[in-house]
Structure formats: structure tokens, C-alpha cells
């Protein structure tokens, strides 16, 4: 096939906008809260592994020669989580946005042909986040990534409805993955705030989406769910039977939950060939793209050996392998 092999999943370090946060003092209150929903043995595990995988996370040549041995040919690069920073004051999300965005966009343009990024929109100002966006694709980036949901506000508010409306218009990517759990220190031991905590949120935020209207009113979003979604497109029969047996939960969209699937895009980071294969069956095989939640420990360091794993089709494998990203990101 002529289309490249795209990781859609794929994450940035930007010291930058640690140093411009790290002497304010919403920094600590926002550590204290991660430390709650961790626990001390995850955080001292992930302190470890992202120090020693920080040249993956920052040296261009490092990761374009691991991208060479995973056979991937481009990916689409967007900031650590930790980089979202909602704690942050008007005056302050303005700075970290800018600042990611033209960071992020300065690390992919050391490789224009193998790397393109994604920016960050402050979810805690919804004022701000049209701007946001529009910054991140003045830079040249293909959209922004966003958390599960802002302080306070799920992503079904309606003060994001101008976010939606600019992303559909523009035709931007919005990379839906999840930053801590709200679940808290019920998930602080095993790392559960990770296994557990990573796939709930991503379901919360896709049932807002889905049962709010959001996709009803704006079709045409661009919206890429890392890990698969997670526990959603695997159990949208129990929100279908809700839909059609209760009022209060088919009152919001106008059809099916699980049609909604053929709108929305979902990485393959599953950990699973059983899951992906069920998600692929859920949302079409046109509708899931290759990640790897690259350089982390809870990626796939092998994406398309987890891939092949899955046994699918040779159309199938081709289009999750790079055929679709390549259309969405529309590489020539």
C-alpha cells in the first residue's frame, strides 16, 4: 500500500512549560491531588520510567530512530497530560497554551515529513479555548488534545459548544485523553488509577458526548479516543438498552448510543487482540488508527506486532495501520 504506517498516539515533553509553572503555588495543590489519586508507589514508579524514557520524549533523533525500529513512518505528536495544567489561572493557560503549542510545533518541525502535532486548549476557561485552538493551528498543528473533562465541567457543558462548533468548522483533530481520575484514592494502590482510571474516564467523557447531543449538533468532529475509548465501545449495549428503556437517558440524542461509534476515531492501544478486534466490530474498522501511547511504560513498544496480534483482515490491518490516519490527517 502506498500509505504511510501512523501512530496516532504518540507523546511530547515540554520542559518549557514545567519551568513556567513550577514556581506558582496552584502547582502544589495540583500535585497534592495527583498524589491522592496515585498513590506514592505509582508516582514514584512513573518518576523513574519517565526520567529514563525522557530522550524518547524530547530528542527528535531519538525518536525518529525508534520509530525506524517499530516500522512506523510518522506520528502525530501531542503533549504529556501532565502538561494540561487546568489549576491555571486565565492569565497563566494563556502562557501554557502558547507556549505548548509552539513548542510542540518547533519538536515536529525538526521532522515536517515524519511528525505532526497537536496543541492544548485550557478546558478550565472555555472563553479561552476557541483562541486556543486557532493558536495551535496557526502554528501548523492538526488540532489540540483534551482531558475527559474541565474543573467543574463535563464535556458535555454547554460553554464548550463554541470549542465544538470551531473544531467542526476547521476540521481539527481533538485527541480525547483523560488526565487522572475522579474516582480518587479508591484507585491509589496497583496503579489502578491508570488500568482502571484510564478506560473510565474515557467512557464518562464519549457518554457525555453521545447522550448530551454534542455529535448531534456537530457531526462533523474530528474526535480521536486514545486507549480504545475504553470500557465504552466493548459495553455500548448496556447505554443502547438505557437509551430506548428510560426516558431520562434517550432523552439527549436523537438515535441508537452505539451508532455513534461511526463518528467518532479510536486508537488501537487495547493491550488485548480479543478488545480490538471487539472495538473494530463495534466501530468499523474505518473508524480505529494505530497508537502506541509512545515512549510510556503502558504503550505498545511493538504497535504493529500488538496489531498483527489481532489476526484481522488484510484490508482491515492496512486501514488501522496507517490508511485511515492518513486520510484523517490527509498525508499525501
Known amino acids: 500500500m502506498t500509505f504511510p504506517t501512523v501512530d496516532v498516539h504518540a507523546h511530547v515533553l515540554l520542559p518549557e512549560v514545567e519551568a513556567l509553572v513550577a514556581a506558582l503555588p496552584g502547582l502544589a495543590e495540583a500535585k497534592a491531588l495527583d498524589a491522592r489519586r496515585n498513590g506514592p508507589e505509582a508516582l514514584a514508579v512513573s518518576g523513574r520510567m519517565v526520567a529514563e524514557r525522557a530522550p524518547e520524549l524530547t530528542d527528535v533523533s531519538v525518536r525518529l530512530a525508534v520509530m525506524d525500529a517499530q516500522g512506523v513512518d510518522v506520528q502525530l505528536v501531542s503533549p504529556s497530560p501532565s502538561h494540561y495544567h487546568y489549576w491555571a489561572d486565565e492569565e497563566t493557560a494563556e502562557k501554557v497554551y502558547r507556549l505548548a503549542n509552539e513548542a510542540t510545533a518547533a519538536h515536529c518541525a525538526a521532522a515536517p515529513d515524519r511528525l505532526r502535532g497537536l496543541g492544548l486548549v485550557p478546558l478550565q476557561h472555555p472563553g479561552q479555548a476557541v483562541g486556543a485552538l486557532e493558536h495551535a493551528l496557526e502554528q501548523g498543528l492538526s488540532g489540540v488534545e ?9 464535556l458535555s457543558d454547554p460553554a464548550y459548544g463554541r470549542l465544538w462548533a470551531r473544531a ?7 485527541f480525547l485523553h483523560p488526565f487522572g481520575c475522579t474516582l480518587d484514592e479508591r484507585l491509589d494502590q496497583w496503579y489502578l488509577s491508570n488500568t482502571v482510571g484510564q478506560p473510565t474516564e474515557n467512557a464518562v467523557a464519549l457518554s457525555h458526548l453521545i447522550f448530551s447531543g454534542v455529535l448531534d449538533r456537530h457531526p462533523g468532529l474530528k474526535i480521536v479516543a486514545a486507549h480504545g475509548g475504553g470500557y465504552l465501545p466493548t459495553h455500548i449495549g448496556r447505554s443502547d438498552h438505557a437509551w430506548s428503556a428510560r426516558s431520562d437517558a434517550g432523552a439527549g440524542c436523537a ?3 452505539s451508532s455513534y461509534l ?8 487495547v493491550h488485548d487482540p480479543r478488545v480490538l478486534r471487539s472495538l473494530i466490530g463495534a466501530a468499523g474498522a474505518d473508524r480505529v488508527l494505530l497508537g502506541s501511547d509512545f515512549p510510556f511504560d503502558m504503550g505498545a513498544d511493538d504497535p504493529l506486532g500488538a496489531l498483527r496480534a489481532a489476526r484481522l483482515s488484510d484490508a482491515d490491518f492496512d486501514a488501522v495501520r496507517g490508511g485511515n490516519a492518513a486520510a484523517l490527517l490527509d498525508l499525501s
Open 262 to 269: 461511526g463518528r467518532l476515531y479510536f486508537d488501537s492501544l
Open 168 to 174: 467542526e468548522e476547521t476540521g481539527a483533530i481533538l
Open 146 to 154: 483534551i482531558s475527559s473533562h474541565g474543573p467543574g465541567r463535563e
Open 255 to 257: 438515535h441508537r448510543p
